[in-house]
Structures are given as C-alpha cells and as structure tokens.
C-alpha cells in the first residue's frame, strides 16, 4: 500500500490562502491533526517506510504523527511552486488558475510551475515507490496537489485530472493493489477523532 497524508493545517491554510512553496509551520490544530493521523495510520497499517516532501509543514507532520525519525526526504512529493500566486487568497486566484490549467496543462505562473511539471514528477516518485509496495507499506506525507497527482496516476487519469479533485487537510489516501492491477481504495478519509 500506499499511504498518502496530506499535511496538518497551517496558519496559511486557515487563511484560506494559497500555500505552494511557501513554508509555513504547523498551526496547533495541526498538530492535533498529526497526532491522531498517527494513532489512525498505526490502527491499521504497519508502516515500512516513510517519505516527506522537504517542506517543514510535513516534516511537522511525520514528527506529531510519531513517524519522523523513519522519514526520508523526496523533493518530488513537495507542493506545487504557484510562483507569484503563493499565498494569495485562494478565493481571488483559483478560478483564473484553473481556467489557464484547463486551457493548457503546461501554463507557468510567473515564477512558477506548471500542473504538467508537477504531475511527471510525482508519476516518477510513484513509479519508484510501486515496487516496494506490493509487500510493504510506505507512507508518504505530503501535499493537496501531490496526492491528487497520485490519486490521478493510480486511476490511469491525464494530469488535468487533478483539477478534479478536492483534498482536505490531515486527511488520508490510498493507493493499494487489486487482482495485480492499481486501485485508489480511498481518497480524502477523514481521520477519526479520539473521544
């Protein structure tokens, strides 16, 4: 399996803003949303390994979550770079974004990358981490757009399939195998919280 986590909530985050390469730390309720990712993950899975992207919010992650000490860094699981769109409201900016990645998926913002970019590297860490999952469970902490790439990647979908689909914070995917063939078994889980 696959084990896909997107990061704890940031400040950045509860602004409602975009957050891209910008790196932002773990808000409190973020952190509790590590902390019970963690207990959930170890419910159900033993882990094998661990993989971040190199952003501080999802080393935070894996750190609450009880996995940091395992975790390797993969630059190909970081966010997408929304150049000069970081940290605007997303409410100001998603409409126009999504219209140029609709009209072509190799558009850049302006110091930026594009949604075609992004989707090759996240197809190659996944291709690189396939093999090892068919008798181990890797657990990858990373990004809304990362794990919707793989998400879109485990489902044989084109890169502008990931404008389709919408991830929450401290939520959790998986991409598992069935009858020898990929299968996304769940996407966007809430985890349950502890009463």
């Keep these: 399996m696959l ?17 891209g390469s910008h790196d932002a730390s773990l808000d409190e ?19 094998d390994e661990v993989v971040i992207s190199p ?9 609450c979550a009880g996995f940091g000490d395992a975790a390797v860094v993969d630059d190909r699981w970081r966010e997408i770079d929304f150049g000069d769109y970081d940290r605007r409201p997303i409410s100001e900016v998603v409409q126009e974004l ?5 009209e072509d998926i190799h558009y850049e913002p302006a110091d930026g990358e594009s949604m075609a970019v ?7 860490a996944c291709l690189d981490l396939e093999a090892r999952a068919h008798d181990r469970n890797i657990l990858v902490v990373s990004h809304a757009t ?15 399939q990931v404008l389709s689909l919408s991830l929450n914070v401290g939520t959790v995917s998986v ?8 299968v996304l078994k769940e996407f ?4 349950p919280r502890p009463r």
């Design 29 to 47: 309720v973020g952190r509790t949303q590590a902390a019970h990712a963690g207990d959930y993950i170890r419910s159900r899975w033993d882990i």
């Design 146 to 160: 990362p794990i919707k790439s793989a998400a879109v990647w485990a489902m044989g979908g084109p890169a502008s």
């Design 175 to 182: 991409i598992g195998h069935y009858h020898g063939a990929l």
């Design 3 to 19: 084990i896909l986590l997107r990061h704890g909530r940031t400040p950045t985050n509860e602004q409602r803003r975009l957050q």
């Design 98 to 102: 999504a219209a140029a990645w609709t």
């Design 118 to 124: 992004l989707h090759d590297r996240v197809v190659s």
């Design 55 to 63: 952003l501080a919010r999802t080393r935070q992650t894996a750190e």
């Design 188 to 191: 966007n889980s809430w985890i």
